[in-house]
Protein backbone atom coordinates (compact mmCIF):
# COMPACT_ATOMS: atom_id res chain seq x y z
CA UNK A 1 0.00 0.00 0.00
CA UNK A 2 2.99 2.60 0.71
CA UNK A 3 4.36 1.67 -2.72
CA UNK A 4 0.93 2.28 -4.15
CA UNK A 5 0.90 5.74 -2.47
CA UNK A 6 4.04 6.94 -2.95
CA UNK A 7 3.20 6.17 -7.35
CA UNK A 8 0.20 8.52 -6.37
CA UNK A 9 2.15 10.87 -4.79
CA UNK A 10 4.36 10.94 -7.71
CA UNK A 11 1.80 11.82 -10.16
CA UNK A 12 0.74 14.62 -7.85
CA UNK A 13 3.95 16.24 -7.22
CA UNK A 14 3.85 16.42 -10.95
CA UNK A 15 0.92 17.89 -11.74
CA UNK A 16 -1.38 15.15 -12.36
CA UNK A 17 -4.74 13.55 -11.11
CA UNK A 18 -4.04 10.37 -9.17
CA UNK A 19 -7.09 8.28 -9.17
CA UNK A 20 -8.57 5.27 -6.66
CA UNK A 21 -6.35 3.42 -5.22
CA UNK A 22 -7.63 -0.40 -4.47
CA UNK A 23 -6.23 -4.26 -4.42
CA UNK A 24 -6.69 -7.01 -6.40
CA UNK A 25 -4.62 -10.25 -8.32
CA UNK A 26 -2.39 -9.88 -10.92
CA UNK A 27 -1.88 -12.97 -12.66
CA UNK A 28 -2.17 -14.68 -9.68
CA UNK A 29 -0.59 -12.51 -6.70
CA UNK A 30 -2.55 -10.02 -4.60
CA UNK A 31 -1.53 -6.73 -5.00
CA UNK A 32 -2.70 -3.37 -4.29
CA UNK A 33 -3.08 -0.77 -7.25
CA UNK A 34 -3.36 2.79 -7.85
CA UNK A 35 -4.73 4.50 -11.36
CA UNK A 36 -2.22 6.92 -12.41
CA UNK A 37 -3.64 6.90 -16.20
CA UNK A 38 -3.01 11.28 -16.04
CA UNK A 39 0.56 10.83 -15.80
CA UNK A 40 0.60 9.84 -19.36
CA UNK A 41 -0.29 13.46 -20.01
CA UNK A 42 2.87 14.80 -18.01
CA UNK A 43 6.30 15.20 -19.80
CA UNK A 44 9.41 12.72 -19.50
CA UNK A 45 10.32 13.60 -15.98
CA UNK A 46 6.91 13.65 -14.55
CA UNK A 47 6.41 10.06 -15.95
CA UNK A 48 9.42 9.07 -14.38
CA UNK A 49 9.05 10.94 -10.84
CA UNK A 50 5.28 8.54 -10.98
CA UNK A 51 7.00 5.54 -12.44
CA UNK A 52 9.51 5.28 -9.39
CA UNK A 53 7.72 7.18 -6.59
CA UNK A 54 6.58 3.28 -5.06
CA UNK A 55 10.04 2.54 -5.33
CA UNK A 56 11.30 6.01 -3.22
CA UNK A 57 8.45 5.20 -0.72
CA UNK A 58 9.73 1.89 -0.18
CA UNK A 59 12.95 3.01 0.81
CA UNK A 60 11.74 5.76 3.08
CA UNK A 61 9.72 2.85 4.94
CA UNK A 62 12.66 0.57 4.61
CA UNK A 63 15.21 3.48 5.91
CA UNK A 64 12.42 3.78 8.85
CA UNK A 65 12.44 0.46 9.55
CA UNK A 66 15.63 -0.29 9.55
CA UNK A 67 16.23 2.62 11.60
CA UNK A 68 13.70 1.15 14.21
CA UNK A 69 15.50 -2.23 14.06
CA UNK A 70 18.88 -0.57 15.25
CA UNK A 71 16.85 1.05 18.15
CA UNK A 72 14.37 -1.65 19.41
CA UNK A 73 16.84 -4.61 18.00
CA UNK A 74 13.02 -5.90 17.75
CA UNK A 75 14.00 -9.07 14.56
CA UNK A 76 10.61 -8.75 12.93
CA UNK A 77 11.40 -4.94 12.08
CA UNK A 78 14.83 -6.27 9.69
CA UNK A 79 12.84 -9.25 7.74
CA UNK A 80 10.17 -6.67 6.72
CA UNK A 81 13.09 -4.00 5.43
CA UNK A 82 14.40 -7.35 3.94
CA UNK A 83 11.29 -8.62 2.28
CA UNK A 84 10.49 -4.63 1.31
CA UNK A 85 13.77 -4.38 -0.72
CA UNK A 86 13.55 -7.56 -2.32
CA UNK A 87 9.61 -6.74 -3.10
CA UNK A 88 10.92 -3.51 -4.55
CA UNK A 89 13.70 -4.97 -7.11
CA UNK A 90 11.05 -7.04 -8.12
CA UNK A 91 9.64 -4.15 -9.60
CA UNK A 92 12.17 -3.12 -11.71
CA UNK A 93 11.36 -6.17 -13.98
CA UNK A 94 10.44 -5.04 -17.43
CA UNK A 95 9.36 -8.26 -18.19
CA UNK A 96 5.36 -7.74 -17.38
CA UNK A 97 3.80 -4.43 -16.55
CA UNK A 98 5.35 -3.86 -13.40
CA UNK A 99 7.45 -0.73 -12.62
CA UNK A 100 10.71 -1.18 -14.61
CA UNK A 101 8.28 -1.24 -17.78
CA UNK A 102 6.64 1.62 -17.49
CA UNK A 103 10.44 3.31 -16.38
CA UNK A 104 11.72 1.48 -19.82
CA UNK A 105 8.62 2.71 -21.85
CA UNK A 106 9.39 6.04 -20.48
CA UNK A 107 12.95 6.48 -20.83
CA UNK A 108 12.80 5.25 -24.73
CA UNK A 109 9.35 6.99 -25.48
CA UNK A 110 7.39 3.77 -26.55
CA UNK A 111 4.67 4.15 -24.13
CA UNK A 112 3.48 0.32 -25.41
CA UNK A 113 6.29 -1.99 -25.61
CA UNK A 114 4.30 -4.85 -26.26
CA UNK A 115 2.50 -3.31 -28.99
CA UNK A 116 5.83 -3.62 -30.77
CA UNK A 117 6.89 -7.02 -29.13
CA UNK A 118 5.87 -8.68 -32.35
CA UNK A 119 7.07 -6.21 -34.70
CA UNK A 120 10.46 -6.01 -33.06
CA UNK A 121 11.12 -9.37 -33.41
CA UNK A 122 9.88 -9.92 -36.91
CA UNK A 123 12.40 -7.16 -37.61
CA UNK A 124 15.24 -9.36 -36.28
CA UNK A 125 14.59 -11.78 -39.00
CA UNK A 126 16.78 -11.81 -41.89
CA UNK A 127 15.22 -11.14 -45.04
CA UNK A 128 12.61 -9.99 -43.52
CA UNK A 129 10.55 -6.59 -43.85
CA UNK A 130 11.45 -4.34 -41.01
CA UNK A 131 8.04 -3.14 -39.47
CA UNK A 132 7.54 0.63 -40.30
CA UNK A 133 6.86 0.94 -36.51
CA UNK A 134 10.28 0.01 -35.68
CA UNK A 135 11.55 1.22 -38.40
CA UNK A 136 10.29 4.68 -37.22
CA UNK A 137 12.54 4.87 -33.98
CA UNK A 138 15.69 6.33 -33.27
CA UNK A 139 18.37 3.32 -33.86
CA UNK A 140 19.45 3.54 -30.09
CA UNK A 141 15.73 2.90 -29.35
CA UNK A 142 15.36 0.09 -31.79
CA UNK A 143 18.09 -1.64 -30.71
CA UNK A 144 16.72 -1.63 -26.69
CA UNK A 145 13.21 -2.44 -27.79
CA UNK A 146 14.67 -5.26 -29.78
CA UNK A 147 16.70 -6.42 -27.04
CA UNK A 148 13.95 -6.13 -24.74
CA UNK A 149 11.38 -8.47 -26.76
CA UNK A 150 13.90 -10.86 -27.30
CA UNK A 151 14.45 -10.84 -23.28
CA UNK A 152 10.56 -10.76 -22.94
CA UNK A 153 9.95 -13.40 -25.26
CA UNK A 154 12.28 -16.40 -23.89
CA UNK A 155 11.33 -15.31 -19.80
CA UNK A 156 7.61 -15.50 -20.87
CA UNK A 157 7.63 -18.84 -23.02
CA UNK A 158 9.54 -20.24 -20.21
CA UNK A 159 7.12 -18.98 -17.43
CA UNK A 160 4.05 -20.77 -19.81
CA UNK A 161 6.34 -23.75 -20.12
CA UNK A 162 7.29 -24.01 -16.64
CA UNK A 163 3.01 -23.43 -15.54
CA UNK A 164 1.75 -25.88 -18.06
CA UNK A 165 4.59 -28.55 -16.67
CA UNK A 166 3.43 -27.81 -12.98
CA UNK A 167 -0.09 -27.23 -13.52
CA UNK A 168 -2.63 -28.91 -11.00
CA UNK A 169 -5.18 -28.63 -13.54
CA UNK A 170 -5.23 -27.63 -16.96
CA UNK A 171 -8.15 -25.13 -16.07
CA UNK A 172 -5.31 -23.34 -13.53
CA UNK A 173 -3.39 -22.29 -17.42
CA UNK A 174 -7.07 -20.37 -18.25
CA UNK A 175 -6.79 -18.65 -14.96
CA UNK A 176 -4.07 -17.26 -16.35
CA UNK A 177 -5.10 -16.45 -19.73
CA UNK A 178 -8.30 -14.87 -18.67
CA UNK A 179 -6.10 -12.42 -15.95
CA UNK A 180 -4.07 -11.35 -18.98
CA UNK A 181 -6.65 -10.66 -21.13
CA UNK A 182 -8.21 -8.83 -18.43
CA UNK A 183 -5.12 -7.20 -17.83
CA UNK A 184 -5.14 -6.07 -21.84
CA UNK A 185 -8.73 -5.03 -22.02
CA UNK A 186 -7.27 -0.78 -20.68
CA UNK A 187 -7.07 -1.01 -17.15
CA UNK A 188 -5.36 1.76 -14.98
CA UNK A 189 -1.77 2.54 -15.73
CA UNK A 190 0.42 0.91 -12.65
CA UNK A 191 -2.00 -1.55 -11.57
CA UNK A 192 -4.62 -4.35 -11.97
CA UNK A 193 -8.44 -3.94 -10.77
CA UNK A 194 -11.52 -5.89 -11.49
CA UNK A 195 -10.29 -9.27 -11.37
CA UNK A 196 -12.51 -11.74 -9.49
CA UNK A 197 -11.84 -13.55 -6.50
CA UNK A 198 -12.15 -17.69 -5.87
CA UNK A 199 -14.40 -20.56 -6.16
CA UNK A 200 -17.14 -19.72 -8.68
CA UNK A 201 -15.85 -17.03 -9.61
CA UNK A 202 -12.25 -18.48 -10.09
CA UNK A 203 -13.68 -21.21 -12.60
CA UNK A 204 -15.60 -18.34 -14.54
CA UNK A 205 -12.41 -16.87 -15.27
CA UNK A 206 -11.02 -19.96 -16.29
CA UNK A 207 -13.35 -20.48 -18.92
CA UNK A 208 -13.38 -16.88 -19.71
CA UNK A 209 -9.38 -17.49 -20.46
CA UNK A 210 -9.67 -20.50 -22.62
CA UNK A 211 -12.83 -19.19 -24.69
CA UNK A 212 -10.92 -16.07 -25.27
CA UNK A 213 -7.44 -18.04 -26.32
CA UNK A 214 -9.82 -20.54 -28.56
CA UNK A 215 -11.37 -17.55 -30.11
CA UNK A 216 -7.50 -15.64 -30.62
CA UNK A 217 -6.21 -18.74 -32.13
CA UNK A 218 -9.66 -19.19 -34.69
CA UNK A 219 -9.03 -15.82 -35.69
CA UNK A 220 -5.71 -16.39 -36.58
CA UNK A 221 -6.45 -19.22 -38.58
CA UNK A 222 -9.32 -17.51 -40.74
CA UNK A 223 -7.00 -14.22 -41.14
CA UNK A 224 -4.10 -17.27 -42.75
CA UNK A 225 -6.63 -18.78 -44.99
CA UNK A 226 -7.65 -15.71 -46.78
Known amino acids: L ?3 IGHAAGCRYGGGRPGAIGAGLYLWFPVF ?6 AYRLDRAGRLR ?5 IY ?7 LATAAFAATGWAPLLVVAILTDVLALQQLL ?12 DLTGVPNLFGLLGPALRSLVPGHRPDPRVQALRPGVRRVVAGWAVVSTVVL ?7 VVGADHPGDIGVLLGHRRLHADGLPRQGPCGVRGHGADDRALR ?20
Open 2 to 4: IHE
Open 33 to 38: WTDVTD
Open 50 to 54: TDLGG
Open 57 to 63: FNALFVT
Open 94 to 105: PIIRLDGYYILG
Open 157 to 163: AGSLVAL
Open 207 to 226: NDGIVHAGRRLGRRIDRRRR
